[in-house]
């Protein structure tokens, strides 16, 4: 499995920043109030990020002991940590997109709204930064008996033709 790749990460906040500042604009344009996120979803996000880390705990310290675990629980670990990334990025990029469209407006904004997509941000980057942690700790060591791949025509490797000396 190959873990979770910072550019992915990127796109998705940049998507979702773009989705937080049209939000934003369509509700004003339709005569509404702003969206300001709940000051205990920054929360929700921390609890996750301890919840991810949490779980892939236990299976570093089985790699690092070789001793064997339940490979289930293993899977759920680093599925937790993988989501858990992706939604992280998801909501620091919506959260940019939501302060970002309050900074633009020519009026100044509440500090309430600001404290609380400031919030949201922070605790989004921390659980994403605490899921790649987490898959992290999910990665086994390499295998001293895999050896390297071999190209797709199957030609033998210079060990194995007698050279390689």
Same mark, same amino acid.
């Given at each position: 499995?190959?873990?979770?790749?910072?550019?992915?990460?990127?796109?998705?906040? #940049?998507? &979702?920043?773009? *989705? $937080? !500042?049209?939000?934003?604009?369509?509700?004003?344009?339709?005569? =509404?109030?702003?969206?300001? /996120?709940?000051?205990?979803?920054?929360?929700?996000?921390?609890?996750?990020?301890?919840?991810?880390?949490?779980?892939?705990?236990?299976?570093?310290?089985?790699?690092?002991?070789?001793?064997?675990?339940?490979?289930?629980?293993?899977?759920?670990?680093?599925?937790?940590?993988?989501?858990?990334?992706? #939604?992280? &990025?998801?909501? *620091? $990029? !919506?959260?940019?997109?939501?302060?970002?469209?309050?900074?633009? =407006?020519?009026?100044?904004? /509440?500090?309430?709204?600001?404290?609380?997509?400031?919030?949201?941000?922070?605790?989004?980057?921390?659980?994403?930064?605490?899921?790649?942690?987490?898959?992290?700790?999910?990665?086994?060591?390499?295998?001293?008996?895999?050896?390297?791949?071999?190209?797709?025509?199957?030609?033998?490797?210079?060990?194995?033709?007698?050279?390689?000396?």
């Amino acid at each position: 499995m190959k873990r979770t790749s910072i550019g992915v990460l990127v796109v998705l906040a #940049l998507l &979702a920043t773009g *989705a $937080g !500042f049209l939000l934003d604009h369509v509700l004003t344009v339709m005569g =509404r109030v702003t969206f300001t /996120p709940s000051l205990l979803l920054p929360l929700l996000l921390l609890l996750i990020a301890a919840a991810a880390l949490s779980l892939a705990w236990p299976v570093r310290a089985s790699v690092r002991k070789g001793i064997r675990i339940d490979p289930f629980r293993a899977t759920r670990a680093v599925t937790l940590a993988r989501a858990s990334s992706l #939604l992280g &990025a998801i909501m *620091a $990029g !919506f959260g940019a997109g939501l302060l970002a469209f309050l900074l633009s =407006r020519p009026v100044d904004p /509440p500090v309430g709204s600001t404290v609380a997509m400031l919030a949201l941000i922070g605790s989004a980057v921390v659980l994403a930064v605490a899921a790649l942690v987490a898959e992290q700790f999910c990665t086994l060591p390499k295998d001293p008996d895999d050896s390297e791949p071999r190209d797709r025509a199957g030609d033998p490797g210079p060990a194995e033709l007698g050279g390689g000396h």
